[in-house]
């Protein structure tokens, strides 16, 4: 496996969304790394456990919980857990 997992949180009832954005809830276990991510959605990352390195726009980044970062469309993203404890993020994503 990659190290990596994501469960998308259900926003839907009955055909109606709840919310005008996705949300997901993922981990990244130690000495793991998220595939690179590109896309037309903005997106935001709310830390809740663990740190790593982010790599937006090729430009390292340390993250840590509680930390909250934004992704600009379609500008590349990617996590890397070098730290001790799996990290546990959410992401919540909508069209501009």
Do not use: C
């Not at 009832?13 to 997901?24: H, K």
């Not at 982010?54 to 996590?79: G, I, N, T, W």
């Amino acid at each position: 496996g990659t190290g990596m997992r994501v469960t998308e949180i259900d926003l839907t009832r009955a055909e109606t969304p709840l919310a005008p954005f996705r949300a997901s809830r993922f981990t990244v276990e130690p000495h793991s790394i998220t595939p690179e991510d590109s896309h037309e959605v903005h997106e935001i990352w709310m830390i809740a456990e663990g740190e790593g390195e982010l790599l937006y726009d090729h430009q390292p980044l340390r993250v840590r919980a509680s930390d909250v970062v934004y992704f600009e469309p379609p500008k590349p993203h990617q996590l890397k857990n070098d730290g001790a404890q799996t990290m546990v993020v959410y992401s919540v994503w909508w069209r501009g």
